[in-house]
């Protein structure tokens, strides 16, 4: 059997990372057993929570919000993730834990130390193998996730440049695990900056 690998994909919103997962996977099932995924809300339980957590209209506070995610992400890592993983398959999954780092510590200002514990907590220590940030400026992120927006996406500007300054920082301090692309150039360049990555990171 195959070694089973993790991929995680962050950044702002907009900044075109499912797209990206999406041409992967299609990339990858040529060859390998993918699954992609998601947080919050992959399926059944996680479906409620991210119900709450991007339309609930009254007010969450912060640590109710980061413990939202976190009950998320515990049930997604024991349902879904775990047991894909040790199948052999390779999980394609849309934000995890530097999610919370970069929105809930970086962006609402709650104790990063105190994140990564909680996240520790949430997946029993499992790492993605590898975490692609894709890079964007927070009015072409905007500007891609239009008019329309859900509860945490009307967080505001200045909210929104310190969750993109949140990412870049995760990414000098794990260089080795996570990876930044300049998500701004066309889906074709962005992709193609992704399989420069993902080719090498597959053969190891
Ligand atoms: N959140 C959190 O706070 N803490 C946590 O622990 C976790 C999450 C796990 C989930 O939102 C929210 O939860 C998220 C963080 C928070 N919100 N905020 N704010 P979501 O799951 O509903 O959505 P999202 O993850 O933020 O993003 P998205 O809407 O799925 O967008 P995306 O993945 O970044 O981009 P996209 O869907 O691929 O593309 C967006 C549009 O841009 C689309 O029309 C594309 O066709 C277009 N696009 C994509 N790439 C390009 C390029 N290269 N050029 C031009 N146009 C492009």
């Known amino acids: 059997m195959e070694k089973g690998l993790f991929i995680t994909f962050e950044g ?3 900044c075109g990372k499912t797209t990206q997962l999406n041409l992967l996977a299609d990339f990858l099932k040529k060859s390998r057993d993918v699954i992609i995924t998601r947080e919050p809300g992959a399926k059944g339980l996680g479906e409620k929570l991210r119900e709450i957590l991007l339309n609930y209209d009254g007010e969450i506070a912060p640590k109710c919000e980061s413990f939202l995610f976190l009950a998320d992400r515990a049930q997604h890592i024991e349902q879904i ?14 934000r995890h834990t530097d999610s919370t780092a970069a929105y809930q ?3 609402r200002g709650l ?4 994140i990564h514990y909680l996240n520790n907590l949430a997946t029993g220590g499992l790492k993605p193998d590898l975490t692609i940030v894709f890079d964007i400026d927070i009015d072409t992120s905007m500007t891609r996730v239009g008019v329309q927006k859900d509860r945490m996406e009307s967080a505001g500007i ?11 920082e995760i990414a000098k ?6 990876k930044v692309i300049d998500a701004s150039k066309s889906i074709d360049e962005v992709f193609n900056n992704l399989l420069d990555i993902i080719k090498p990171f597959l053969l190891h």
């Open 12 to 14: 702002a919103d907009g």
């Open 81 to 94: 993730v775990k047991p894909a993983i040790n199948s052999g398959k390779i999980v394609l999954c849309d």
């Open 105 to 107: 510590g970086y962006g």
């Open 111 to 114: 104790d990063l130390k105190e």
């Open 158 to 168: 200045e909210f929104f440049n310190r969750v993109r300054n949140g990412y870049l």
């Open 173 to 178: 301090l794990e260089p080795n695990r996570v």
